[in-house]
């Protein structure tokens, strides 16, 4: 099922010029929801790049809680997964030896508290971020402790919270209902994701009651299929609300969001096969659509 071990040999060479811990927190998701939340504000203040210092001040102070609390999970989920990343992904750092185990766990409860403790300003001005990050967090640890092994429950959350970064940045911007087309769409695009990587991982899923594993591989592909369909449907819902075709914004919206709608496309058409390289497909249609979302902040 594209897991064999030629596979899992070559996923367990990190590369020697990224640090370990940066390898633990994993940067590369980090800087992608840093800017998620960045681009939720901009595209829920909708004046393109505002020179105000209380919205960049805001928007940016969010964009760093969330980016605590996206390492703080990396961590997390690294620590209680040692045992099923010796199959999957024996690169990780805690699998190699590269961190010790205790002091991931003191990293993680570090980065969550950090993270609550950036939005104290911003709460006083726009209180809807604190409940916001509430649910995150409190979403993330019950995730990790418990709803991971419950499958497509936990898919939804992992879907769940990549949506709420966008919401988090309306929210620091003072208008979040705005991007509620964005998180939609954000959270449908994650969900096949999440699917595909369990189709892909079901050997090292020892106790877990993945999709793939309880309804099989073709019914999980299907599903996969769906949420990418009802993202795409999704997508052209800014330009019935509040994007106008006839704009610049509406144009650079609409050519990037059918690039990436299209990339979604290629990233579900050979489920269950090819599945890691589906993957990579699916990350580079979410960061074309994270593009698309940040036209919107031009209308």
């Not at 633990?24 to 504000?41: D, Q």
């Not at 726009?126 to 979403?139: D, E, N, R, T």
Request: with cysteine.
């Amino acid at each position: 099922m594209g897991c064999g071990s030629e596979s899992l040999k070559a996923r367990g060479r990190p590369s020697g010029a990224v640090p370990p811990i940066l390898r633990l927190l994993r940067i590369g998701n980090v800087g992608v929801s840093f800017a998620g939340t960045l681009v939720g504000g901009l595209a829920a203040a909708g004046s393109g790049l505002p020179l105000s210092f209380s919205f960049w001040g805001a928007v940016v102070v969010a964009a760093l809680s969330t980016a605590c609390v996206t390492s703080a999970g990396n961590v997390l989920n690294d620590v209680l997964d040692v045992e099923t990343d010796r199959i999957n992904h024996p690169d990780r750092p805690l699998v190699r030896g590269e961190v010790s185990v205790a002091g991931a766990r003191r990293l993680a409860v570090g980065l969550f508290i950090v993270g609550g403790l950036f939005i104290v300003p911003i709460a006083v001005t726009y209180p809807l971020v604190a409940p916001i990050f509430l649910v995150a967090v409190g979403s993330l640890v019950g995730y990790e402790l418990r709803w991971k092994a419950r499958g497509l429950l936990g898919n939804a959350l992992v879907a769940l919270l990549t949506g709420l970064v966008f919401l988090y940045g309306g929210a620091a911007a003072g208008a979040p209902l705005l991007v509620v087309p964005l998180v939609g769409m954000a959270f449908l695009a994650t969900l096949a994701r999440e699917i595909t990587k369990d189709i892909e991982d079901m050997a090292g899923d020892v106790g877990r009651r993945t999709l793939p594993m309880v309804r099989g591989v073709r019914f999980a592909s299907g599903s996969a299929r769906v949420s990418i369909g009802a993202a795409i449907a999704l997508s052209f819902t800014p330009l019935l609300w509040f994007v106008s075709l006839d704009s610049v914004a509406g144009i650079m919206y609409l050519a990037l969001v059918l690039a990436a709608d299209a990339i979604f496309v290629v990233s579900v058409a050979y489920l269950p096969s090819r599945l890691h390289w589906e993957q990579t497909v699916s990350k580079g249609a979410m960061a074309v659509a994270l593009l698309a979302f940040l036209a919107v902040a031009f209308r």
